[in-house]
Nanobody, 124 residues
Framework: QVQLVESGGGLVQAGGSLRLSCAAS????????KGWFRQAPGKEREFVAA????????YYADSVKGRFTISRDNAKNTVYLQMNSLKPEDTAVYYC?????????????????WGQGTQVTVSS
């Protein structure tokens, strides 16, 4: 059994920063690809970023490229999402996810495990 728990969400003004964390517990999944997705009210869940097992390869949605950075610390079984220059359109519930796969990482059904989500609200 694997559990993913996100933290670090909150309310921030436009232009501000937040750092999300996702800690994994249960069976070790340090070799898994990790991803972040988000879902705004009334919208579908969308891909934000993904990182391969050793942090050597990262992927970003065009909407966050240059502003968000995904990273991981396998010793702590934790993946991070540093979010800078936040915009009101970044407001959403952010979810972390894990998969053994290395392809189709921008698609949510690729992922086997999901956290419960953390709310990020960016005020204008």
């Amino acid at each position: 059994q694997v559990q993913l728990v996100e933290s670090g969400g909150g309310l921030v003004q436009a232009g501000g920063s937040l750092r999300l964390s996702c800690a994994a517990s249960g069976r070790t999944i340090s070799s898994y690809t990790k991803g972040w997705f988000r879902q705004a009210p009334g919208k579908e869940r969308e891909f934000v970023a993904a990182i391969n097992w050793n942090g050597g390869v990262t992927y970003y949605a065009d909407s966050v490229k240059g502003r968000f950075t995904i990273s991981r610390d396998n010793a702590k079984n934790t993946v991070y999402l540093q979010m800078n220059s936040l915009k009101p359109e970044d407001t959403a519930v952010y979810y972390c996810a894990a998969t053994q796969l290395v392809l189709n990482l921008r698609v949510s059904h690729t992922y086997d495990y999901w956290g419960q989500g953390t709310q990020v609200t960016v005020s204008s």
